[in-house]
């Protein structure tokens, strides 16, 4: 299966990532967001990421956007990728709609960090064709895709996602339908953690951030990080982890709660734990 044809749900910093990846692999891309002007700030991130790229020996930029069209609706294509906000019920409703609209043939996949994508593939009529296909942020810069199977996932349909992965250049792990999968059932609670230190006075966050940095040889700090991914996607994949695996040892810190009380959701609105410019 090659995927001519790739349907990228949801605008925001993960989808234009992905559409701008599966685009200079080669393939159209029909890029939708519910909001307007959405798609055209993602175009215009994916622009800036792209000029970078060149820089350093990549692909012809205006090449690449010219293969990602923007799409009023959920349009039929060879492949979904969904990367719509963390929410079940949005994206239940969203893995419905797809079900009727694309061919029988093509599989539906979410960039989901949390959300059991067993339950995606129930409001499917072709369970065995739902994946989860879980990209990391900076989507162009790194290259780990996690793929995480569905109880009802086929040995065809993984197969063909983890060699899609490889193809845009990423490097597949597979992991099993667990909350938070591999990669948030490690991370997420480690960023909690920092989050309680900062909360109970222990360190200021950059100490935290320059502990985690030179001390675990970790790129980037967790407070950092967590602005990164944005502080609402933090809480929202703690309390999946909290509800799932039945332990309050997962139960989301209350400075995460109350930073995203105030709109402090990281670098996407200017303010997390840092201020950005
Ligand atoms: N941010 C990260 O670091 C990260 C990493 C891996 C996976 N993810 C996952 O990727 C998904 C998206 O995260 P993000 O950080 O890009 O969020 P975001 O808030 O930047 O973008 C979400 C986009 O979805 C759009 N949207 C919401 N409802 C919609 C609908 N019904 N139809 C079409 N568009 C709709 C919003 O308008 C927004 O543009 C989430 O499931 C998240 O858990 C995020």
């Given at each position: 299966?090659?995927?001519e044809?790739?349907?990228?749900?949801?605008?925001?910093?993960?989808?234009?990532?992905?559409a701008?990846?599966?685009?200079?692999?080669g393939?159209?891309?029909?890029l939708?967001?519910?909001?307007?002007?959405?798609?055209?700030?993602?175009?215009?991130?994916?622009?800036?990421?792209?000029?970078?790229?060149?820089?350093?020996?990549?692909?012809?930029?205006?090449?690449?956007?010219a293969?990602?069209?923007p799409?009023?609706a959920?349009?039929?294509?060879?492949?979904?990728i969904?990367?719509?906000?963390?929410?079940?019920?949005?994206?239940?409703a969203?893995?419905?709609?797809?079900?009727?609209?694309l061919?029988?043939?093509a599989?539906?996949?979410?960039?989901?960090?949390?959300?059991?994508i067993?339950?995606?593939?129930?409001?499917t009529?072709?369970?065995?064709?739902?994946?989860?296909?879980?990209?990391?942020?900076p989507?162009?810069?790194l290259?780990?895709?996690?793929?995480?199977?569905?109880?009802?996932?086929?040995?065809?349909?993984?197969?063909?996602?983890?060699?899609?992965?490889?193809?845009?250049?990423?490097?597949?792990a597979?992991?099993r339908?667990?909350?938070?999968?591999?990669?948030?059932?490690?991370?997420?609670?480690?960023?909690n953690?920092?989050?309680?230190?900062?909360?109970?006075?222990?360190?200021?966050?950059?100490?935290?951030?320059?502990?985690?940095r030179?001390?675990?040889?970790?790129?980037?700090?967790?407070?950092?990080?967590?602005?990164?991914?944005?502080?609402?996607?933090?809480?929202?994949?703690?309390?999946?982890?909290?509800?799932g695996?039945?332990?309050?040892?997962?139960?989301?810190?209350?400075?995460?709660?109350q930073y995203?009380?105030?709109?402090r959701?990281?670098?996407?609105?200017?303010?997390?734990?840092?201020?950005?410019?």
């Amino acid at each position: 299966m090659t995927f001519e044809r790739v349907l990228v749900v949801g605008a925001g910093q993960m989808g234009g990532g992905i559409a701008q990846v599966v685009a200079a692999s080669g393939r159209a891309v029909f890029l939708h967001d519910e909001v307007p002007g959405a798609v055209e700030r993602a175009l215009a991130a994916m622009e800036r990421s792209l000029a970078k790229l060149a820089e350093k020996g990549g692909v012809e930029p205006s090449e690449v956007l010219a293969r990602v069209r923007p799409v009023e609706a959920i349009v039929d294509a060879d492949l979904m990728i969904e990367a719509v906000v963390e929410d079940a019920d949005v994206k239940r409703a969203i893995f419905r709609e797809a079900d009727t609209t694309l061919g029988a043939k093509a599989i539906l996949a979410s960039n989901t960090s949390s959300i059991p994508i067993t339950s995606l593939a129930a409001a499917t009529s072709r369970p065995e064709r739902v994946i989860g296909m879980h990209f990391f942020n900076p989507v162009p810069v790194l290259k780990l895709v996690e793929v995480i199977r569905a109880v009802q996932t086929s040995d065809e349909t993984a197969a063909a996602i983890v060699s899609l992965a490889e193809d845009l250049g990423k490097v597949p792990a597979e992991a099993r339908d667990f909350p938070g999968f591999v990669s948030n059932r490690i991370l997420m609670p480690f960023v909690n953690e920092a989050a309680y230190a900062l909360m109970e006075g222990v360190a200021e966050p950059e100490a935290i951030d320059t502990i985690a940095r030179l001390g675990f040889a970790h790129p980037m700090g967790p407070l950092a990080l967590a602005d990164l991914i944005g502080l609402d996607t933090c809480v929202s994949i703690m309390e999946v982890l909290h509800e799932g695996l039945g332990d309050p040892k997962y139960a989301p810190c209350p400075l995460l709660r109350q930073y995203v009380a105030a709109g402090r959701l990281g670098r996407k609105t200017g303010r997390g734990f840092y201020v950005y410019e």
